[in-house]
């Protein structure tokens, strides 16, 4: 009787993934260790007060990132239910006061309160993005995103992981809109 339990709630969990996956045409994809481990080394010289991880998948980066920032109030989105149901056990076993987790399309999210975005999206869904990040954020944020760039913006930095494939990592800027 277990094992069936156990056997029924993979495959619902298995289905509920591929149904998301197929929804938003790409899978709740882990930062990997060393890219995540960059990233937190070039976040540290940041000092964001909100802080938001679009598409945060199992939480690998944002755990992290709310750890390493405790001032700031960090925000994780994610739609995939499974993901999501994943991160709010985490933060019950390890509560993390300034992360808040939202079961939500980011695309449909306000994200003008945010002064740090960080992303790991495939490049149709960064190319979806930019139009959002230039009507909605306000002057000066941050972007940070990796493996995938912004298409059509010019990054204020670029780094290079040390991983297999040398994921490049980038910072990018919204400008002065009062100018």
């Given at each position: 009787m277990?094992?069936?339990?156990?056997?029924m709630l993979?495959?619902?969990a298995?289905?509920?993934?591929?149904l998301?996956s197929?929804?938003?045409?790409i899978?709740?994809?882990?930062?990997?260790?060393?890219?995540?481990?960059?990233?937190?080394?070039?976040?540290?010289?940041?000092?964001?007060?909100?802080?938001?991880?679009l598409?945060?998948g199992?939480?690998?980066l944002?755990?992290?990132?709310?750890?390493q920032?405790?001032?700031?109030?960090?925000?994780?989105?994610?739609?995939?239910?499974?993901?999501?149901l994943?991160?709010?056990?985490?933060?019950?076993?390890?509560?993390?006061?300034?992360?808040?987790?939202e079961?939500?399309?980011?695309?449909?999210?306000?994200?003008?309160?945010?002064?740090?975005i960080?992303?790991y999206?495939?490049?149709?869904g960064?190319?979806?993005?930019?139009?959002?990040f230039n009507?909605?954020?306000?002057?000066?944020a941050?972007?940070?995103?990796?493996?995938f760039?912004?298409?059509?913006?010019?990054?204020?930095?670029?780094?290079?992981?040390?991983?297999?494939?040398?994921?490049?990592?980038?910072?990018?800027?919204?400008?002065?809109k009062?100018?």
């Amino acid at each position: 009787m277990i094992l069936y339990t156990v056997l029924m709630l993979t495959l619902i969990a298995t289905f509920s993934i591929v149904l998301t996956s197929m929804r938003n045409r790409i899978s709740p994809t882990p930062t990997s260790y060393r890219v995540k481990k960059e990233l937190l080394k070039i976040l540290l010289d940041e000092t964001p007060t909100k802080v938001v991880d679009l598409g945060a998948g199992w939480g690998t980066l944002v755990f992290p990132i709310a750890k390493q920032h405790p001032n700031a109030k960090v925000v994780a989105y994610e739609n995939s239910l499974i993901p999501f149901l994943f991160m709010k056990l985490r933060q019950l076993v390890s509560p993390t006061p300034n992360l808040s987790i939202e079961r939500r399309n980011f695309y449909h999210a306000d994200l003008s309160s945010f002064d740090l975005i960080v992303c790991y999206l495939f490049p149709r869904g960064m190319k979806k993005l930019k139009d959002k990040f230039n009507s909605e954020l306000k002057s000066n944020a941050l972007i940070y995103t990796h493996t995938f760039s912004i298409p059509g913006w010019e990054p204020l930095e670029k780094w290079k992981a040390r991983d297999l494939f040398r994921s490049p990592i980038f910072k990018y800027k919204i400008p002065d809109k009062t100018e």
